[in-house]
C-alpha cells in the first residue's frame, strides 16, 4: 500500500524560503503523477504544483508559478516543493498526493480527485 508522508513545513518570515519533502513508501515510482495541494476554508484542496514521473513535466498554479519549484528523486523516491518568495497567503496546510496513472496534462495534474493517496499534510505559516 503506497503511503505519502510530508515533512519540512514549518514558519517563515515574508520573502523566506522553505521546502517541503514527502517520501513515498509501498510502491517505487517508474511511472505516475504526484502533486502538492493546500487547503483552502472556502475551496477546499487547491492545487499548487504537480510532476509526472517518467517524464518529468511540471505543472503550477498561477498564484506559485515563479516562486515555488516541484521536484522528484527517483532514488529516494521522494518529491520536494521549494517554496520561495513566501507571502502570508501562502500559509496552509499543504498535502502531498500521488496517483499510479502519469496523466500527462493538466487536467490530470491540477485535479485532487485525480489522485488516489494523500499524506496527512504538514503546515506552513507564513508571517508579515
Known amino acids: 500500500q503506497l503511503q505519502l508522508v510530508e515533512s519540512g513545513g514549518g514558519v517563515a518570515q515574508a520573502g523566506a524560503s522553505l521546502t517541503l519533502s514527502c517520501s513515498a513508501s509501498?510502491?517505487?515510482?517508474?511511472?505516475?503523477?504526484m502533486g502538492w495541494f493546500r487547503q483552502d476554508p472556502e475551496r477546499g484542496r487547491v492545487f499548487v504544483a504537480a510532476v509526472t514521473w517518467s517524464s518529468g513535466t511540471t505543472y503550477y498554479s498561477d498564484s506559485v508559478k515563479g516562486r515555488f519549484t516541484i521536484s522528484r528523486d527517483y532514488g529516494k523516491n521522494t518529491m520536494y516543493l521549494r517554496l520561495a518568495s513566501l507571502k502570508p497567503e501562502d500559509s496552509a496546510v499543504y498535502y502531498c498526493a500521488a496517483d499510479l496513472y502519469e496523466g500527462d496534462n493538466s487536467y490530470y495534474a491540477s485535479n485532487p480527485a485525480q489522485y488516489d493517496y494523500w499524506g496527512q499534510g504538514t503546515q506552513v505559516a507564513v508571517s508579515e
Open positions: 509501498g510502491h517505487t515510482f517508474s511511472s505516475g503523477r
